[in-house]
């Protein structure tokens, strides 16, 4: 750097191009905390470190917060890149100048270099990177792009929260023994008894019941004459 200080300019890239919008629309008077707080929506404190202090560093306004010569040649879009590249010339040291060059450079690389001579945390040495490569677009269209997609992130609908499907499982301690076996099958009747008939030879069987009176006076001969009388007559009845 030209004045030999080890810090550099550091400005998000939203309060770049809102700043810039609001010169665009009217260049003000005087550039105070209040003035920023009220016409970008941020704290006054917020407004003074984080505007005030590094505009006035970079020559956009002065020391008494009144918009200079090249606050009006930032604000023409003509002139935009003629600004960024005096810049980059007046506050960067010539290594970086050689070794970053292009807007495509390594950001995380340009941060670490950021913080080896800045000496500074990798938060603060990552804006002064964007910042850097910001100068190295010299792109005012850029502000187009920077203003929808802060419009996009404003519409987007919050994401529904997703409802927790209510599990119809029992709980294994609450599944009786019934839940946990096959539905009984229901007993089929018996058909109804059907009577039964003893058939000998398809036909009916004959009972034939032979009651003898046998006097008492009968001597054993002649009971044994009756009985094989009977057997003799009956032996071929089933034939």
């Not at 003074?48 to 917060?65: A, E, M, Q, T, V």
């Not at 890149?81 to 810049?87: D, N, P, Q, R, S």
């Not at 980059?88 to 913080?115: G, R, V």
């Not at 301690?173 to 007993?187: H, I, L, Y």
Request: charged content about 30%.
């Amino acid at each position: 750097m030209a004045n030999g200080d080890t810090s550099f300019p550091k400005i998000a890239d939203a309060s770049w191009w809102k700043l810039r919008d609001l010169f665009k629309r009217k260049v003000p008077a005087i550039v105070t905390p209040t003035y920023l707080a009220t016409a970008l929506s941020m704290g006054e404190a917020s407004a003074r470190s984080n505007l005030i202090g590094p505009f006035k560093k970079i020559g956009i306004i002065d020391s008494d917060g009144k918009p200079t010569d090249r606050a009006y040649d930032w604000r023409d879009d003509h002139k935009y890149k003629a600004v960024c590249e005096a810049l980059i010339e007046e506050y960067y040291p010539q290594e970086i100048k050689d070794l970053f060059h292009s807007p495509d450079a390594d950001l995380q690389q340009l941060t670490n270099w950021f913080m080896s001579h800045a000496r500074c945390g990798e938060p603060a040495a990552k804006m002064y990177a964007r910042f850097y490569i910001l100068l190295l677009k010299a792109d005012p269209s850029e502000a187009e792009a920077a203003t929808a997609k802060r419009e996009t992130v404003k519409k987007a609908p919050a994401k529904p929260k997703k409802k927790e499907a209510k599990s119809t499982k029992k709980p294994e301690a609450e599944v009786s023994d019934s839940d946990s076996r096959e539905p009984p099958v229901a007993p089929i009747p018996a058909p109804p008894a059907q009577p039964i008939q003893t058939v000998l030879n398809n036909a009916p069987e004959l009972h034939i019941n032979i009651q003898l009176h046998i006097s008492p006076e009968s001597s054993a001969e002649q009971i044994d004459k009756i009985f094989e009388s009977m057997a003799k007559h009956l032996k071929d009845f089933n034939k």
